[in-house]
């Protein structure tokens, strides 16, 4: 029971760390890390209300909101992102600013539907 106890306060004292890592990062490396979290997060909710709207859309719906979001993605990566002979270079920042938005965009298409109905021209 005392070690499961020890080991419970370690994580939790390591997860309080990481936050804290977020809140001033010591180094690009953290900054890359931590921006990195909320690029991931931000894109798990696109991909969820991206489906969520989907669903409620007819098939002329659908198909829009397809091409809108390949159109989005091309949008998404010509802005945020870019190749040269020396590598290839994401700014996580404009990818997870880019990505919110987007989201948010669609989470207004949802709220749409469930009040006055989908209307593709929106899409």
Not at 4 to 12: D, F, G, H, K, R
Not at 72 to 88: A, H, L, P, T, V
């Amino acid at each position: 029971m005392k070690k499961l106890l020890i080991s419970l306060m370690l994580c939790t004292s390591g997860l309080s760390f990481a936050n804290s890592a977020c809140d001033m990062p010591k180094n690009d490396f953290d900054g890359l890390y931590c921006l990195n979290k909320v690029y991931q997060e931000a894109d798990k909710e696109l991909n969820e209300n991206f489906n969520k709207l989907k669903a409620k859309l007819d098939n002329n719906g659908k198909s829009t909101l397809k091409q809108g979001q390949l159109n989005w993605m091309k949008e998404r990566n010509n802005n945020c992102s870019r190749k040269d002979s020396s590598g290839f270079y994401v700014n996580l920042d404009c990818a997870a600013s880019t990505t919110i938005q987007r989201s948010q965009f669609l989470q207004d298409r949802i709220r749409e539907c469930a009040s006055s109905g989908c209307q593709n021209s929106k899409l």
